[in-house]
Each structure stands twice: as structure tokens, then as C-alpha cells.
């Protein structure tokens, strides 16, 4: 049985099979199976703290630093930067639709960034959470946004450029959020 995880640390970015952790800052250790993931390579210019991904369609969301860097991945071994949306806050999570990209940012809330050009993607506004946003997920026009110890807050985003508060749902520690069938 395999165990499927994503790495992302030093600016590798990995999918592997059989994880070995000797996961010191700017280091990873990775045994694999190549034959079924593929090798392990540096994507050039993604920071060391690059942690925050979402892959729509052909474009790669990477949040890392206080940006959200925006790739083609049409050749996936030759990722190519198109643009990068400064000023993000510290990106813990991301999600994406439409070229709208949704960025969780702890103590800065959700950042909306435009990305339907990806050559030129900008943070357009920024939404003011509850409490600290972690996680996120999207439905419709619905953003998931978990907050911590306060649960998970629902906002409409119906307009991007101008996401409203819809209501919330007391949960226990909510550090990241998925939407699947009405849940």
C-alpha cells in the first residue's frame, strides 16, 4: 500500500510514495518509486517556505513568502513562472477557480487575488475573518474558510472582487476545510 503525500519544502516539490523524513529546513529526504511519481526536482525560484498549493487545470498556485506565484504547468517537468501577486500576507492555504485565486492567511484573513490574466495576477481585496484563516475550499460561490478554534465561516463570492459574510459553524479546531456533497 502506498502512502501518498505532497512535499513541499526548500521549494521541492514532490509526490512520492514511502516518505522518509529527515526534514531539516532546506532539506528533504524522499525515497520513491520514479517508475510511478516521477523524480524529485527543484521548481527554480519558489522560496524556501513555499507551502501553499492548488493545481487548476494547467496553472499552479503557489503561495510562499508573502506572495502567491502563478505557473504553467502544461509541461509539468518544466514548470514556467507567469506572475507573481505580492503583499499576501503569509499564505497557509490556497484554492482556486476561474483564475480567482483564494488565499488563507492566518492573522490577515483571505486575500482575493485575480489571476485571469496569469501574466499579471494582483491581490484585488481582502477579506476580514473571524478569526485566523487556515484552511479554505470553494463551492459554487461559497468559500469554506476554517478558523481555527472559532470553525468555519461561510462567504459569498458571488462578486470576487467583493466577498460577503454568509454566517459561520462552531467546530472544534478547524485548521484546514473540505466541502464534499453538502458537507
Same mark, same amino acid.
Not at 504553467?72 to 503569509?90: E, F, M, N, Q, T
Given at each position: ?58 496553472? #499552479?498556485?503557489?503561495? %510562499? ?9 502544461? *509541461? ?8 507573481? %501577486? ?8 490556497? !484554492? %482556486? ?12 484573513? !483571505? ?12 491581490? /484585488?481585496?481582502?477579506? *476580514?475573518?473571524?478569526? #485566523?484563516? $487556515?484552511?479554505? *475550499? ?10 481555527? /478554534? ?6 459569498? /463570492?458571488? *462578486?470576487?472582487?467583493?466577498? %460577503? ?5 462552531? $467546530? ?12
Amino acid at each position: 500500500m502506498f502512502r501518498r503525500m505532497f512535499l513541499v519544502s526548500a521549494g521541492i516539490l514532490a509526490a512520492t510514495a514511502g516518505l522518509a523524513a529527515d526534514l531539516r529546513p532546506g532539506t528533504a529526504v524522499v525515497e520513491s518509486d520514479a517508475g510511478v511519481f516521477g523524480a524529485v526536482f527543484r521548481v527554480d525560484g519558489v522560496p524556501p517556505d513555499g507551502s501553499a498549493l492548488f493545481l487548476d487545470g494547467k496553472t #499552479l498556485y503557489c503561495g %510562499a513568502g508573502c506572495e502567491l506565484r502563478v505557473y504553467d504547468v502544461s *509541461d509539468p517537468l518544466k514548470p514556467r513562472l507567469r506572475s507573481v %501577486a505580492d503583499g499576501i500576507g503569509h499564505p497557509r492555504q490556497v !484554492v %482556486a477557480r476561474d483564475g480567482w485565486a483564494y488565499v488563507t492567511a492566518r492573522e490577515t484573513g !483571505v486575500w482575493v487575488v485575480d489571476a485571469r490574466n496569469p501574466d499579471r495576477a494582483k491581490a /484585488v481585496t481582502r477579506f *476580514d475573518t473571524i478569526e #485566523l484563516a $487556515t484552511g479554505i *475550499d470553494l463551492a459554487g460561490d461559497v468559500l469554506f474558510v476554517g478558523q481555527r /478554534v472559532n470553525g468555519v465561516e461561510y462567504v459569498d /463570492v458571488t *462578486d470576487p472582487a467583493h466577498p %460577503a459574510h454568509i454566517g459561520v459553524t462552531k $467546530t472544534a479546531e478547524s485548521q484546514s476545510v473540505v466541502y464534499r456533497d453538502g458537507y
